[in-house]
């Protein structure tokens, strides 16, 4: 069934995804500063965008933080989500399941605000951690990013099924060498995938950050939410060009991997 | 392997919730942290406790509060219902494409999402602006934050929707059509009752970080866009009132349990319907 109506309104969705993403990019070859008026092709937004040293703290800050975020959130989340799909019953299965999934659906001013008062709190206690910083945004931006990993995880690992651990079993596997030579690479994908929307979730995020952080590490979206607020310029759409190139490389290759891994499990 | 992911959560989840109620119950000071003790050690042995519920009592009593959260529950459900509408068709546009395009219109789809919530904030604006659509006198309307919600969230509605109409299996279609159903009735009462998993996973996708939505409203909303999400900033960044913005964040999660409860009970009880339903067919020998 093939109906024109639909993919009408498939190109129109489309065209609405895509018409702010394609202005954006234009304009910042735009020449003059203004963001509403064309008046020739230039690089210059880019040279800007090169030389400026607010930008680029923010940037390399930001790329720490997600990298370590996303190493962490892997590390819990992946736990989490073999948990879940490999052992079964166990006990408060249904409140480990609810509170490994919170994160996902609670909005991010509250997650935002109970972290930080968190952070507070332990400060006081135990003098740890000292102040609000690149810590505890990294901290924050994990704990969120453990629902998305553990629920990539999860998924593969359901969709994999049990049968090539028991046959790793019933040819006298251990359950640790099991686990390695069979598991683990079953979840490389999901692994892959989990840790890169980790890294993207905790490079975006704006909300969290502002609570969690403190004076001095403001990452690279705060600073470009306070100065969208004060008008968009060119530079900024530069720098979002770059960002958007970015991960259309990134979604390319996990693309590429996951397609790779449905044809190793067909064959 | 369990003690890790409990301890996380334990420490992330549990006590930041529990923190964030004793706040609430606390009375703001000006001191650090801006807040007072719950637990004083009196005269007596036992610590008295000092709940002061002042908090509470103004956003029940003062409109201001309640006037935000009931108007981003209004936001947040129209805003949903743009995205059902929009969204279901391109689910099923997609779920429909030949096998080999699948992947790559669902890529598109995820590809503004993944590098949305940085900037699309500035950039539809301004976009917008530039196509000219009533010019500068969008910027700041409800028109402009509605549009911002819907470009943000649209693709939490597509995906589960699409997974859903995937899984479907296309013969059902094909017997509806043979027992003389016309594509719109085939529809109707094949593919969307099926569907309505996905429906429901799409709704609770969009609506809940919707209603506490900080930067959309804050960037493209006008002066009167005043929705729970940025009044609960403006308590905690601006006044420093931490019991306040608690207390808020408390009634928040409150009314999300609400909402959805709501909605999982319709549901439920429409999977109920369905199941008996089966039963009685099976039992027909259907």
């Known amino acids: 069934m093939r109906s024109t109506p639909l993919l009408t309104w498939l190109i129109v969705c489309y065209a609405f995804l895509y018409a702010p993403i394609g202005f954006l990019i234009a304009f910042s070859f735009n020449a003059a500063r203004l963001v509403t008026a064309w008046s020739g092709f230039s690089f210059r937004w880019y040279v800007t965008l090169a030389h400026d040293p607010q930008l680029i703290t923010a940037t390399l800050l930001s790329l720490r933080i997600a990298a370590a975020s996303a190493t962490l959130a892997l590390l819990v989340g992946t736990l989490s989500g073999y948990a879940l799909a490999r052992f079964g019953r166990f006990r408060a299965r249904a409140a480990f399941a609810a509170a490994v999934a919170a994160p996902l659906v609670l909005p991010e001013v509250i997650t935002g605000l109970a972290l930080l008062l968190l952070f507070v709190a332990l400060e006081q206690a135990i003098g740890w951690p000292a102040g609000r910083g690149a810590t505890t945004v990294t901290l924050a931006h994990a704990s969120v990013s453990v629902a998305y990993v553990a629920v990539v995880v999860r998924a593969r690992l359901a969709d994999a099924g049990t049968l090539l651990e028991e046959a790793a079993m019933d040819l006298y596997a251990t359950p640790f060498v099991a686990f390695s030579l069979v598991t683990l690479p079953l979840m490389a994908p999901a692994l892959a995938v989990g840790w890169l929307l980790a890294f993207t979730l905790s490079l975006d995020d704006v909300v969290v950050a502002s609570f969690t952080s403190g004076p001095g590490a403001s990452t690279l979206p705060m600073v470009v939410f306070s100065l969208t607020r004060l008008g968009a310029t060119p530079e900024i759409y530069a720098l979002a060009t770059v960002i958007v190139a970015v991960v259309a490389a990134i979604l390319l290759v996990v693309a590429r991997m996951q397609s790779s891994a449905g044809r190793r499990d067909a064959e | ?286």
């Open chain 2, 1 to 286: 392997v369990l003690a890790l992911p409990w301890a996380w959560l334990g420490l992330f989840l549990l006590v930041p919730a529990a923190i964030v109620l004793k706040i609430s119950l606390a009375a703001p000071a000006d001191a650090v942290p801006p807040y007072s003790a719950l637990l004083r050690w009196g005269g007596a042995w036992l610590p008295r406790v000092a709940l002061h519920l002042d908090s509470y009592a103004l956003i029940l009593g003062d409109p201001l509060y309640l006037r935000a959260l009931l108007l981003s529950v209004k936001v947040a459900g129209i805003a949903t219902l743009v995205c059902l509408l929009a969204g279901y068709p391109m689910a099923l546009a997609i779920a429909q494409a030949p096998e080999r395009y699948r992947n790559a219109l669902l890529l598109a789809v995820i590809l503004p999402f993944w590098t949305g919530l940085l900037q699309d904030d500035g950039w539809v604006n301004s976009a917008l602006v530039a196509l000219g659509l009533g010019a500068h006198r969008l910027l700041y309307t409800d028109t402009a934050m509605y549009l911002g919600i819907v470009y943000t969230y649209l693709p939490f509605m597509v995906l589960p929707l699409y997974a859903r109409l995937t899984r479907q299996d296309p013969t059902l279609l094909e017997a509806a059509a043979d027992l003389g159903a016309a594509p719109w009735s085939a529809f109707w009462r094949v593919t969307f009752p099926l569907s309505l998993p996905g429906v429901w996973a799409g709704v609770l996708l969009v609506f809940i970080p919707a209603v506490g939505e900080y930067v959309i409203p804050e960037l493209l909303g006008g002066p009167q866009a005043q929705l729970v999400g940025r009044v609960l900033w403006e308590e905690f960044f601006a006044n420093r009132d931490w019991p306040m913005a608690s207390a808020l964040a408390v009634a928040l999660l409150v009314l999300l349990l609400i909402v959805p409860g709501g909605i999982w009970r319709l549901a439920g009880r429409h999977l109920a319907r369905r199941h008996l339903a089966q039963q009685y067919l099976s039992r027909r020998g259907v």
